[in-house]
């Protein structure tokens, strides 16, 4: 299974053929991987560089680990393009998964001055607060916490909350969605977040602000969401 005499470092070709056993379904996602000494013994090399392979895997995201039990199969994460303004509803249709949406809160409130200033509005103004568990066949996937004006969007309801707010606007209002500016960060999970998303603590996670425009200019959403780090990774397409 080894070239030791080859230029490819060992511990590079012991994660090669880890990958290929992976990807053959040898060992299938959330499956326990044989332990570093059963890895130690098959491979007949030093258990640190067995421990470097697995390692490098678990920091690519193919594997996992847990504390008292051994490394695990990582489910396969989701590329996210950030070059396209679509909703979690449409990415999720368009991977083959089922989308649901899990309602947390929907109230009416004054805003804080950061997201007054990012819808443009004054303090005073009220908005609505979305917050919602977004799932890929069943699996929490992320939560997102949306402000939208009253104003503009009096008629919302509870149950246009269950599907694509993208949907409720354009075939519901008739408006036009045109652009928006997002921004990203890394962040470790609050606990509330981590028991929503199903994932132990410390965990990391992708926080996301999207700030987005109708057509003609106008603000309509500011929304804060929190990605599943573990199942997630975005890509951009740039050129020069």
Known sequence: MLDKQSAIPIYVQIEDYLKEQIAQGVYPVKSLIPSERELTDMF?????????????????????REKGRG???????????????????EDMKERGFTPGTKLISFSQIHPDPQIAARLGLSSEA????????????????AIERSYLPVDLFPALTEEALQGSLYAFIENKEKLVIGQ?????????????DAGYLQIALPAAVVLIERVSTLEDGRIFEVV????????????????R
């Open 44 to 64: 007949g090399v030093s258990r640190m560089t067995v421990r470097q392979s697995l390692t490098n895997l678990v920091k690519d995201g193919l594997l996992y």
């Open 180 to 192: 928006a500016t997002q921004r990203m960060e890394a962040a470790l999970a609050k606990t509330d």
């Open 71 to 89: 490394t695990f199969v990582a489910e396969e994460k989701m590329e996210q393009p950030l070059n396209g303004l679509t909703s979690f509803t």
């Open 224 to 239: 804060r969401s929190t990605y599943r780090a573990d199942r997630y990774k975005f890509i951009s397409e740039i050129g």
């Open 126 to 141: 009220v908005v609505h607060k979305v917050v919602r568990i977004r799932y890929a066949d069943d699996t929490p996937m």
